[in-house]
């Protein structure tokens, strides 16, 4: 089986609750943010973006949240389905920059 | 419409040899990107092609390593003298224009790269 992320951090939710998953960037010159999904044995997924100029946007019960000064970003899933089980990265990116730097990731399993 | 796709999915090798690793980009996409996943960790930052140019090539992690994209679409990395370190998941991954502009990159499903 996929043995990728056993030393990743976890998160379990309960289905139908909302869930948050937090990603600390390190580059205060970062100015687009990305969250992507991948579920085992597939490429990331695009979930939702965000540039430095927002605070906060939605998309279908995702929600994105940027703190700029503590560098923080988060993703909020409202009732949680059980297809959103799987790893979650935060990714960013400098302006003018090829350059996508991924988190570690975190995985989400939602309990039935 | 066809996404990102890569061949082979899966690839065992034994140290020492070579072996290519192919993408095949969404159709008309100008930007192409290839990232390693190793086991447990986020995805890495290899090299990005502009068209059949690779601007950035320092994502490399050694000479060993080497990529090229022909008419503007299809990619190949290859990886010269394998070493079980390389062993790991190789994403390509493709975006209608470019890094300086917001878009959304695609990803294909991954090519397992094990090394023994």
């Known amino acids: 089986g996929e043995s990728v992320g056993l030393h990743l951090p976890t998160l379990s939710v309960q289905e139908g609750d909302n869930s948050i998953i937090n990603c600390a960037y390190s580059?205060?010159?970062?100015?687009?943010f990305i969250w992507y999904k991948q579920e085992s044995g597939k490429g990331p997924q695009f979930i939702i973006d965000?540039?430095?100029?927002?605070d906060k946007r939605q998309g279908q019960r995702v929600t994105v949240l940027l703190n700029k000064t503590v560098k923080h970003l988060s993703l909020q899933i409202a009732a949680t389905q059980p297809g959103d089980s799987a790893v979650y990265f935060c990714?960013?990116?400098?302006?003018?920059?090829?350059?996508?730097?991924f988190g570690t990731g975190t995985r989400l399993t939602i309990i039935p | 419409g066809a996404g990102v796709s890569q061949s082979p999915s899966n690839k065992v090798t034994e140290k020492g040899k070579d072996v290519e690793l192919r993408c095949d980009p969404i159709?008309?996409?100008?930007?192409l990107y290839w990232y390693r996943q190793s086991l447990g960790q986020g995805l890495e930052f290899l090299i990005y092609?502009?068209?059949?140019?690779?601007?950035?090539k320092s994502g490399l992690p050694s000479d060993r390593f080497s990529a090229e994209r022909t008419g503007g679409s299809v990619s190949t990395l290859t990886i010269q003298r394998t070493q079980q370190e390389d062993s790991a998941v190789y994403l390509c991954?493709?975006?209608?224009?470019?890094?300086?502009?917001?878009?959304?990159?695609?990803f294909g499903p991954g090519t397992r790269l094990t090394v023994l």
């Open positions: 580059n205060s010159a970062s100015d687009y």
């Open positions: 092609f502009q068209g059949n140019s690779a601007p950035d």
């Open positions: 159709s008309g996409h100008t930007a």
């Open positions: 991954a493709s975006s209608p224009l470019g890094p300086s502009s917001t878009d959304t990159q695609y």
């Open positions: 965000i540039r430095s100029n927002m």
């Open positions: 990714a960013e990116r400098v302006h003018g920059n090829e350059k996508l730097t």
